[in-house]
């Protein structure tokens, strides 16, 4: 079994910065693909940023500029930096890693459990 952990999350006033990690633990062999969703209120979960094991990015237009994401592979670990906060960012955010269990497997998707970012004054 996998797991992916989030943390950083929490309240902050319009134009702050908060930083998301995520840690995927258990048995891994290695891990493509990892980024960012989010679910606002009544909406649908969107994607935010994604990043592959080479380092190529990939953002949504709605955070270009304002996020960064990045990843420690030796720690299977994924950061989402956020600066900038508008108030439209308020959403739950999911982290999540394609991995690959086993040599010659396939990829399959976990997530983690989501932690809240709340942009308000």
């Known amino acids: 079994q996998v797991q992916l952990v989030e943390s950083g999350g929490g309240l902050v006033q319009p134009g702050g910065s908060l930083r998301l990690s995520c840690a995927a633990s258990?048995?891994?062999?290695?891990?493509?693909?990892m980024g960012w969703y989010r679910q606002a209120p009544g909406k649908q979960r969107e994607p935010v940023a994604t990043?592959?094991?080479?380092?190529?990015?990939n953002y949504a237009d709605s955070v270009k500029g304002r996020f960064t994401i990045s990843r420690d592979s030796a720690k299977n670990t994924v950061f989402l930096q956020l600066n900038s906060l508008k108030p439209d960012d308020t959403a739950v955010y999911f982290c999540?890693?394609?991995?690959?269990?086993?040599?010659?497997?396939?990829?399959?998707?976990?997530w983690g459990q989501g932690t809240q970012v709340t942009v308000s004054s």
């Open positions: 999540y890693a394609f991995v690959r269990e086993q040599p010659g497997s396939a990829s399959y998707r976990y």
């Open positions: 258990g048995s891994i062999y290695s891990i493509n693909v």
């Open positions: 990043i592959l094991n080479a380092g190529s990015t």
